[in-house]
């Protein structure tokens, strides 16, 4: 986390994005794990920045970003990736990397609602932007139990302020990269999601 201090993660995240969603507006390519998984990695230390209220996301992201990143040694695409679950009866099974590939997407996907929410909330407070990222993408997902947890763990995010200066960023050129990450990640994630969808294998377990 050390190198957070002269890096600018918001940059490297929102340029891998791009990238990615450059790949999908092509169509004559498939997304590859690899690079995917790569810029899905990029993400992880936004989870630690946001403290105690999202270290079961961070903790659960980063293990299965890994598992992608080690499938991608054996597995080129996206689609393989489910295809061969498919073939194998295992597409629901914990471990699957189907089901690892569903849950890293909630990730990109909550991260997305927080940079929007953040953009058109005024103050200093994570509360709000925060909250409303884990109802819209996480909470439908989670027990009472989680649930629970993490709305008391709300309480000791991070200002913006803080966040910003974890992230090594002022204001204006966050919201650069938080607009650029915003735009690139929606139609990444709707390719995930279309790629469980177009196989019937629904997006919601």
């Known amino acids: 986390m050390g190198d957070l201090q002269t890096e600018k993660p918001l940059k490297k995240i929102a340029e891998a994005f791009k990238e990615l969603e450059a790949t999908i507006k092509s169509q004559t390519q498939e997304v590859e794990v690899a690079p995917f998984s790569h810029a899905c990695s990029l993400v992880s230390p936004l989870f630690g920045c946001l403290g105690i209220a999202f270290k079961f996301a961070e903790m659960d992201y980063v293990a299965k970003v890994h598992?992608?990143?080690?499938?991608?040694?054996?597995i080129d695409t996206l689609q393989s990736?489910?295809?061969?679950?498919?073939?194998?009866?295992s597409v629901r099974k914990g471990g699957s990397h189907s089901r690892n590939l569903l849950r890293v997407k909630r990730g990109l996907d909550m991260v997305r609602v927080l940079f929007e929410q953040i953009m058109v909330t005024e103050g200093n407070s994570l509360k709000g932007p925060a909250s409303k990222a884990y109802a819209?993408?996480?909470?439908?997902?989670h027990g009472w139990a989680i649930r629970k947890a993490v709305a008391a763990g709300m309480y000791a995010l991070p200002t913006k302020a803080q966040l910003l200066k974890k992230l090594n960023e002022d204001e204006s050129s966050a919201i650069i990269q938080m607009q650029s990450y915003v735009a690139?990640?929606?139609?990444?994630?709707?390719y995930v999601d279309k790629l469980f969808l177009s196989r019937e294998l629904g997006i919601d377990w």
């Open 136 to 141: 819209q993408v996480f909470a439908p997902h």
């Open 184 to 190: 690139a990640s929606a139609p990444v994630i709707m």
């Open 67 to 74: 598992d992608l990143a080690e499938a991608s040694k054996s």
């Open 81 to 89: 990736v489910l295809d061969k679950d498919i073939e194998r009866n």
